[in-house]
């Protein structure tokens, strides 16, 4: 079964709290938490206090995806988040990728490796033994509600078949304009989560909106 993500990116952040309670009730499974730096990315969002003082909904896992420059100098400050259950980081983001994985791993966090859209996929091979998940931007990381990069796709399926290859158990998750027209053939080619933002918080009804992606 798919699981589904919201993006707190997406939500109303004067109400972070509800907002959370809301999508946990329609049945989301995780909480994606974009953390945005202004320098690897042109936007500015929330750290590791905010994301400390989240309520956090029984079953539900909080996914932090840090879109930050040289994440090793601030890798610390979230590896203390109790409440945080992953943590993926972009391989163009630092040159010390495999070093941070492990460290990741070692503070009891799921270490999860994140791809760009343009970014070959040549560049994770090295790190997939040190990975949990695999994250593939379909948009160009920095704002919610960017349409989907059809071209991306296949880079999906590329992967499922490499980690298969080498027998590797890994979460593949996508980020970036999915919905329910295209969450099929995504999940026919490997995707495991979605993260949806403006699909689930953009949506009046939270519920009918995580259905129609399960469904889908």
Same mark, same amino acid.
């Given at each position: 079964?798919?699981?589904?993500?919201?993006?707190?990116?997406?939500?109303?952040?004067?109400?972070?709290?509800?907002?959370?309670?809301?999508?946990?009730?329609?049945?989301?499974?995780?909480?994606?938490?974009?953390?945005?730096?202004?320098?690897?990315?042109?936007?500015?969002?929330?750290?590791?206090?905010?994301?400390?003082?989240?309520?956090?909904?029984?079953?539900?896992?909080?996914?932090?995806?840090?879109?930050?420059? !040289?994440?090793?100098?601030?890798? !610390?400050?979230?590896?203390?988040?109790?409440?945080?259950?992953?943590?993926?980081?972009?391989?163009?983001?630092?040159?010390?990728?495999?070093?941070?994985?492990? !460290?990741?791993?070692?503070?009891?966090?799921?270490?999860?490796?994140?791809?760009?859209?343009?970014?070959?996929?040549?560049?994770?091979?090295?790190?997939?033994?040190?990975?949990?998940?695999?994250?593939?931007?379909?948009?160009?990381?920095?704002?919610?509600?960017?349409?989907?990069?059809?071209?991306?796709?296949?880079?999906?399926?590329?992967?499922?078949?490499?980690?298969?290859?080498?027998?590797?158990?890994?979460?593949?998750?996508?980020?970036?304009?999915?919905?329910?027209?295209?969450?099929?053939?995504?999940?026919?080619?490997?995707?495991?989560?979605?993260?949806?933002?403006?699909?689930?918080?953009?949506?009046?009804?939270?519920?009918?909106?995580?259905?129609?992606?399960?469904?889908?």
């Amino acid at each position: 079964m798919l699981k589904v993500a919201p993006s707190l990116l997406s939500a109303d952040c004067a109400n972070y709290g509800a907002e959370i309670d809301g999508v946990a009730k329609a049945g989301a499974d995780w909480l994606h938490l974009d953390v945005m730096d202004g320098v690897f990315v042109p936007n500015i969002t929330f750290g590791p206090p905010v994301i400390a003082g989240l309520p956090k909904p029984a079953g539900m896992e909080f996914d932090a995806h840090l879109m930050v420059h !040289q994440p090793e100098r601030v890798i !610390q400050s979230f590896l203390d988040i109790k409440t945080l259950d992953w943590i993926s980081i972009h391989v163009e983001s630092t040159v010390h990728l495999q070093r941070l994985l492990v !460290q990741i791993r070692d503070a009891g966090k799921r270490p999860g490796v994140v791809l760009n859209p343009s970014t070959p996929i040549e560049t994770i091979e090295w790190v997939l033994d040190d990975v949990d998940l695999v994250l593939v931007m379909t948009v160009n990381p920095g704002f919610s509600g960017q349409s989907f990069l059809p071209s991306v796709a296949p880079k999906v399926e590329r992967i499922k078949n490499m980690a298969a290859k080498r027998g590797l158990d890994l979460t593949l998750q996508v980020d970036g304009g999915v919905s329910p027209s295209n969450a099929r053939s995504l999940v026919d080619a490997g995707m495991d989560v979605c993260v949806a933002g403006s699909a689930v918080y953009g949506q009046a009804d939270y519920k009918a909106a995580i259905r129609a992606l399960k469904e889908a």
